[in-house]
Structures are given as C-alpha cells and as structure tokens.
C-alpha cells in the first residue's frame, strides 16, 4: 500500500493503481478524454497530466502507475496551464458547433473545455474536416467532431468482440473508421455513443429529438433479456425518448444491449390503448365494463379445468400472482410461465436460476456452454465471458450450432447427445470441468425446450455431478433465460398445479375442445392457431400475435409504465419503475386483474400495489431481497433418461426482433436488415 | 501515399505471394516467437509491396490471414507508414525531396523539371505507368542536397540537366549510376579532399 501526497493531503492507496484512480480516491476530479474504466489504459489524449515533484514536466496521470511516496499535485499553475494547453490544441481541428450537435449539453469536450480551457479561441486558420462513416442504423458519425481518443476503437475490439474499427492515417491525417466500409455488426453497439466523449457518434434513431436538460430521467430495469441491466428511462411529456444504461456492476457493468436501447419506439408503435371485443368476427372497440363484462358471461359457470393461463415475457411478478391468485379461486389448476415449454423444474429453484451468477463468470475458470447462443440470448452476460476470456486461462466448450460468440471455444458438437457423452465422463471436456477450480455449465433455453427438454435438465444435473460443477462456494450450474418474466414467474409458482396442464397441454386441450377459456397476459410466442375455438382474452401492452387472436382485449401498459417487480437469470429481484402515464385507457396490470378478479365474484384480497406485494412477499419471500440473490439449494432435478442426437434449436432466430416491443420498432427493422437479413438471407422474415 | 481508402483506385480482387516470397514470409515469421507473430506485419507487407510494386487491400487482407491478425489492424499499419503505396506507382517511383537543405539548393526546381518533362503533378503517374512523382520530406542526404530517390537509389547533387538526363536514360531503359552526380565521391568536399590528402584516391569521373 503504497503512500502518497496529493494536493497536500497524505493517502494511502492499493498498489498497482494509476495516479488518476489515487487523485479520485483523494477526491480530485482529473479531466480526461481517451481514459476509461473500464477499457485498457491508451494516455493519447494528455488531458489528465498533473504535476509529480521530481519530474521533469507534467505526468499523463491515467497512464502512470502510483509508488511509494509520489507528491502529486493537481491544481498548481503548471498542471492549469498544461490542461490549457492541451484543450486548446483539442479545440484546434474540433468543430465549434455545439448548438447543432447532438452531444451538446452532455459532452465531455464541451463541459470540460468550460472548466479547464481559455475563454476564447486564438487559432484563426483552417480547421481539418473528415469524411462521415457507415456505421449502420444505430451509430451516427460527424467525425470531424472526433479528437481520436480511441475510446471506441478500444471499446469495439476489447468488450464487444468485433475487431473492425481502427485508426488509419497519421498525425493530421488520421482518422477513426473502419477502412472498408463495414457497419458495427455487434449487439452492443450502442455503447459506442455513451462512451464517445464528444459529438462524433452519436444515436442516430435519436438525433435532433431532444436536449438533455428536457428529459425526464427514470431510473429502472430492462427486460429485453433476462439479464435485467440497470437503465435510465429519459423520457419527455408522454413520451420515452431513449433508453441509457446505469451502472450495476454486479449485473451490466454500465453496458447495454441494443436491443435494449433501441427498441423504444416501438413503445409507440402497434399499443393498445383501449378494450376491443370481437363482434362478427371484427376486434371492435369497446369500455372497460363491457370488456369485463363479456368475459364474466364466459367464465360464469364453467369448471375450473376448462380454463388456463399462460404469462408472457414481460408479465411482472405482481400481475402474475395477481392471475395466478384468479386462476386459483376459480378453480383452474392450468398455468403456465413458460410459453416456450422450457423444462424448468417447478420445484428445483437451481434447475431455473443462473447459479453462478453474472459478476460469478469472472470467477469461472471452464465454462460449458450448451443450447445456448448468449451473444444474442444476453448480449451484456457475453460480454463479460469476453471479460473473462480475455484475462486468459479460460477454456471454454460449446455443444450446440457453431457461432461467432466473440471469443474462441472448442465446438464440441451440435448435438444433445454430446451433453450426455460429457456427463457421462467419457467426453475428454469432461477432465477439462472436473480438473478447474471454478467450472461452469451454461445451459441455454435451446436445450431445454422441446420433447427431451426434462432429459436435457436430468442430465446436465448429471454433469453438474460427475464433474464437480458444485462445489463449497461454488455453483457453476447456470440456467441462461431469455425472458425477463421467466425467474418470476417460476419464484411466484405460475406452473401447472396438482392435476393441471402445461403449456403444451393446454394448447392440446384447446386444440381438441377440452379447454374453452384461455388468459394470455402478454403471451405472444405461443401457436395461436392451436388454441382452436377457445375463448381467448388478451391482456397486453401491443397489438400482436396474441391481440389478432383474442376475444377480448385488455390494454395492459408497458414496462415503461409501471413499478413492477422482475426476477433476472440470476434470481435477483429488481424493481422497474414507471417513466410515463398508461396509454389512453390502458391500465396497470395487477389493476386490470384486480377488477375482473370482482367482476366474477372473486375479489382479490387487495386494493393496492403495496397490499399486492405484502402478500406477494409473503408467498415468495425471495422476490422481496430487492437487488440481492438468494442462493438456490442444490437438489436433484431433471429426468433421468438417455437424451438423443437431435440437433438445438435456440430460441432467438434474429436478435432484433424477439418480443410485441421490438417487432414495432423501426429501429429493430433496419437493424435485422443490416445484420440480420445479410446472414440469413431470408429479409425481414427471419 | 498514405491517407486511407481512395475509392479510386481499382483494387485487385486477389493477392498471394508467389512461392518464394511465401517461403520468405515463413522465414521472417520464424523470427518471432509464437503467438507473436503479429510482428511481422511490416516486412510482410514490404514484401507484397515489392511483389506488385503497391499494396492492395487483398494482399494487407492476404497478410492479416498470414498472421492471424484482424483486417482493420493491419490496415492501421499500412496507412500509417508513408513508404507504403496504397496506389499503384509507376516503374520508376521518384521522390524529390523538399527539405530545406534540399530546398535551399534547387529542390523545387528539381520538382518542376520532372513535372515538365513528364507531364504529371505530384501524385500522379505518366500514362505509360513508367514514372509517378511525389514530394517527401527529408532523405537524409542533404551533404549531396538537391536530392531525388529513385525507387531504391538516391540520385545526389542534381541539377535539372542533370536529372532531365536520368529520367531520358530511365525511359531508354538504361539505369544510370546512382550516387553522386557532380563527380564527388559520397559526400566529400566539392572541390576535392581537403585533409588526408594522402591516403585520398582520385574521384572517378561523371558517367556522362
């Protein structure tokens, strides 16, 4: 621990820091540009020089390592003149056009030329002008506007994993791009523009829409994915605006997935903002009593098993008690979470949890993935097996089709059966699990979805055993969900009860006539066609798959416009809060049910959100640890039985367009059409 | 010729090195340790450069397969260096320089003999593709200033006459002798040795 003085005041600080993380330890603000956290030290853009007694001119501090008895000296005439200086030959080639720039009033070059930099300009000759790029549809370049720190460069070939963009050129002539016009092709492109410290990449499904200091800034949670990253809701009047990522390290870092970011507007696309009945076969539009009141003529009388209900991605825990507290009184024993049929067992909470946590994965030192692609299932999680691949020491083996995760692995097969020859110990990845100290398995949705789904669980649990994946302090069995409802749903118990049917059996039974009333809420990516002549209610946020086959429709709101609690892959409970009001007369959920729940005689026993989640907590204590993991206990699940050579068919076909919210959204289309469409060669459809 | 992509310059679809060059390619990467390799991404290059007289983008992709590199990595490498050629060049690639000791003995008049006679600008490459002209800065030879790299050879003490005459013989066919073109030898005194008079061998005389 070496000591040091920094503007006269003694600190101790951990060795092998840089002098710029031991001036923000003493509480001084060091500008800079090129310098980030989390990105490798690069010292290009001298911003940050300070003054160290003894040498002979001032230190770029981002750059420099601390030692034994450094005075280090941040506010002397010196360092105020170097940072002068340096801002002025910064503000030589840069554009002065902060008041048609996007950046403005959130620019770093902006805020700290106010700060550290002359009043005026002395530089009176021609300014150097660079050519724009192609970036794609997410990513804006005005790249004149660029003071080459290289963040982005950095950012795209250590964290994202896609190693096109660089600097060509020299001194003047150097310019940040991709050479051969190439767009980003990556999942997390978007944090381009968060860590660009100026105006040269910039949103562009959000250019010229607002200015910072208009926005209305929500703090919540995603759920585009099960990852359940921390964001920023910026949103103006009755209007989300844009998306940011906040930082959690223990879940996102401060990285977002695109999809994430950008499939906002599609919160404004295809809503459902009123109750529509279906009269002569025509969804019309309809109010609220009446809406509730066809659906109380319908249920009234009917047996409980002629009734389900399956919750959709989205869904919130609250909503999700609240129908599964309906289904329960009316008799109904046929719910269902997982409306891709995902063989989660009900009563194993570590058969559906990512055990081994997200921060955990810097830990792994073997990891198995298996039916998984997590560069589009969780863009953000592989981003930090990229993290963690790139410390080195990592083995990591994947069973299941050969894709570009952004890092290497051994391909162990492309089958199921592989998995078995793994756990039955006679793979040779197998030794590679046992012979590490922290092992991992990442079992994606693609493994456990279809007819030998339990098989898959069963034996992946046996892996988990042959080769030591549990160990003291250790659990590396890790379940990837997909969706942001899935953990919740499973923590609250919306399963099949005693004698009740899963998803797959209630789309029999109403495929044959045995189930005559289905609620979906929020329920898209089921087959509706299978749901034969059942009376179908759709509660939901967007008019789609589940909408155009319902009876009724109730307009539910979205997850910008609610306080509900999520459960991400992890099992950490988190809490999403409201950024707008509901759309016309669209209602809360919990709310809708909690009004049907009396319509048909069986009043909920609460009136509010708060009574809702006291009793909530009461059934599912775990949902109540708000951003902590409860550990799962590790007990024997799955089916025992041999699993066959079938191929995976994972979940995510185009990582744009996976839920009602991202198929509405423009930004998601053009987005499939410039990496999706060009991979697949299918357009739009894929 | 640095700079980055001119979409202008018709790129040719392949590049592989010819057996030996490969052969020389595995030679040099031999030198570096393994998972180093990447360090040989500058002789690499010069040896493509000196396959097709350029480096085409398919032979920095070529070289980036060679390595294990990524595309762009290579492509930072090549544009960064100005002794690359990123255009094709002409046979005879000349370099006046323009340095002040260089300038303050006629460099300009060099550039605007070769501009003349050749009837190209800077940049720019005669039709028949025999010569290209550009301007660098200093070679490094200012004892000899004015000075005018002629692919590998510098060509020292000019005067336009002079030069007219090496760019006559060049288009003939002829390589002139490079060097010294006043009659000195290296960079000793014009009029002669001044010390060790002695031991000095008489100065072989002009190729003229």
Request: glycine share 10%.
């Amino acid at each position: 621990m070496p000591k040091m003085t920094i503007d006269g005041i003694e600190i101790e600080v951990p060795a092998g820091i840089t002098v710029l993380q031991a001036c923000e330890m003493a509480g001084k603000e060091i500008p800079r540009f090129c310098y980030h956290e989390r990105l490798s030290v690069a010292g290009n853009c001298r911003m940050c020089l300070v003054e160290q007694e003894k040498a002979p001119k001032p230190i770029a501090s981002c750059a420099m390592p601390v030692a034994e008895g450094m005075v280090i000296k941040t506010d002397s005439p010196v360092v105020k003149k170097a940072r002068q200086g340096v801002m002025e030959f910064l503000l030589i080639n840069h554009p002065l056009d902060c008041p048609i720039c996007d950046q403005g009033g959130e620019c770093d070059l902006q805020d700290q030329a106010m700060a550290y930099g002359y009043h005026s300009s002395r530089y009176r000759e021609e300014k150097r002008a660079v050519p724009d790029k192609e970036f794609g549809p997410i990513v804006k370049t005005i790249m004149t506007r660029c003071i080459q720190c290289t963040r982005c460069i950095r950012f795209a070939t250590e964290v994202a994993g896609v190693e096109i963009l660089g600097a060509t050129g020299r001194g003047e002539h150097m310019e940040v791009t991709t050479y051969v016009e190439k767009t980003i092709n990556s999942e997390l492109s978007g944090n381009l523009v968060d860590i660009c410290p100026v105006g040269a990449l910039t949103s562009k499904p959000y250019a010229f829409i607002a200015r910072p200091w208009e926005l209305r800034k929500t703090q919540s949670i995603d759920v585009m994915d099960a990852v359940g990253s921390a964001i920023r809701i910026d949103s103006r009047g009755r209007e989300v605006l844009r998306i940011l990522p906040r930082v959690n390290d223990d879940v996102n870092e401060e990285w977002l997935a695109d999809k994430s970011r950008y499939a906002v507007d599609g919160l404004r696309r295809q809503r459902l903002d009123r109750p529509y009945l279906r009269v002569d076969g025509k969804l019309t539009p309809a109010t609220w009593p009446a809406a509730l009141e066809a659906i109380a003529n319908r249920v009234t009388g009917l047996p409980g098993n002629r009734m389900a209900a399956i919750a959709g991605d989205f869904a919130d825990a609250e909503s999700m008690f609240a129908l599964k507290g309906l289904m329960t009184e009316l008799g109904s024993p046929n719910l269902d979470c997982r409306q891709d049929g995902a063989a989660l067992d009900p009563n194993a909470r570590a058969s559906w949890l990512f055990n081994s946590t997200i921060a955990g994965i810097e830990k792994g030192d073997a990891i198995l993935i298996v039916g998984s692609n997590p560069r589009w299932e969780a863009p953000v999680l592989n981003a930090r097996i990229r993290k963690r691949y790139l410390k080195g020491g990592l083995k990591i083996g994947v069973i299941g089709p050969k894709l570009d995760l952004t890092y290497p692995y051994q391909h162990l097969g492309q089958t199921a059966d592989v998995l078995g020859q793994v756990a039955s110990g006679a793979h040779a990845f197998a030794d590679v699990l046992k012979n590490a100290k922290s092992p991992m398995l990442i079992l994606g949705q693609g493994a456990l979805r279809g007819p030998e789904g339990a098989a898959m669980l069963g034996t992946a649990r046996k892996l988990a055993d042959t080769c030591n994946l549990v160990r003291e302090d250790w659990n590396g069995f890790s379940v990837l969900q997909t969706a942001a409802a899935r953990v919740g749903g499973m923590e609250i118990g919306f399963v099949p009860q005693p004698n009740g049917r899963n998803v797959a059996g209630i789309l029999e039974g109403t495929a044959k006539g045995e189930i005559d009333f289905v609620y979906l809420l929020g329920a898209d990516e089921i087959d509706m066609t299978r749901l034969g002549k059942a009376f179908v209610v759709y509660q939901g946020h967007h008019g789609d798959a589940g909408a155009h086959r319902a009876d009724v429709v109730l307009p539910g709101v979205a997850y910008t416009e609610k306080s509900g609690i999520y459960m991400n892959t992890e099992g950490r409970a988190q809490i999403a809060e409201p950024a707008i009001e509901p759309l016309g007369e669209a209602k809360e959920d919990w709310a809708i049910l909690r009004a049907l729940s009396e319509k048909l005689g069986h009043t909920l026993p609460y009136d509010t959100l708060e009574q809702l989640r006291r009793a909530l907590f009461k059934a599912a204590p775990n949902l109540q640890q708000l951003g902590a993991i409860v550990p799962a206990k590790w007990e024997t699940f799955g089916r025992t039985g041999a699993v066959t050579a079938r191929a995976f068919h994972l979940p995510i076909a185009n990582y744009y367009m996976t839920d009602p919210i991202s198929r509405a959204s423009e930004t998601m289309a053009r987005c499939t059409d410039a990496f999706v469409a060009p991979m697949t060669g299918t357009g739009t459809h894929g | 010729m640095s700079g980055g992509d001119n979409k202008d310059v018709l790129q040719p679809a392949n590049f592989a090195f010819t057996p030996e060059n490969r052969a020389e390619a595995d030679r040099i990467i031999a030198k570096y340790p393994t998972d180093r390799q990447a360090s040989a991404v500058l002789p690499l290059l010069y040896l493509a450069q000196r396959q097709v007289g350029w480096v085409p983008r398919a032979a920095m992709d070529h070289v980036a397969e060679i390595l294990d590199m990524a595309p762009i990595r290579v492509y930072e490498v090549a544009t960064f260096y100005t002794m690359f050629h990123l255009e094709p060049v002409g046979k005879y690639h000349l370099q006046v320089c323009r340095t002040t000791p260089c300038w303050l003995r006629g460099a300009d008049q060099m550039t605007e003999t070769c501009k003349k006679k050749l009837g190209i600008g800077l940049k720019e490459v005669t039709k028949d593709g025999l010569f290209s002209l550009i301007e660098v800065e200093c070679l490094g030879a200012c004892a000899n200033a004015p000075v005018v790299q002629i692919n590998d050879d510098f060509y020292e003490d000019l005067d336009p006459k002079r030069l007219e005459w090496i760019l006559d013989e060049l288009a003939a066919g002829r390589v002139p002798p490079f060097g010294s073109q006043s009659g000195r030898k290296g960079a000793e005194p014009a009029g002669g040795p001044t010390t060790l008079k002695e031991i000095a061998r008489p100065t072989g005389a002009p190729a003229e």
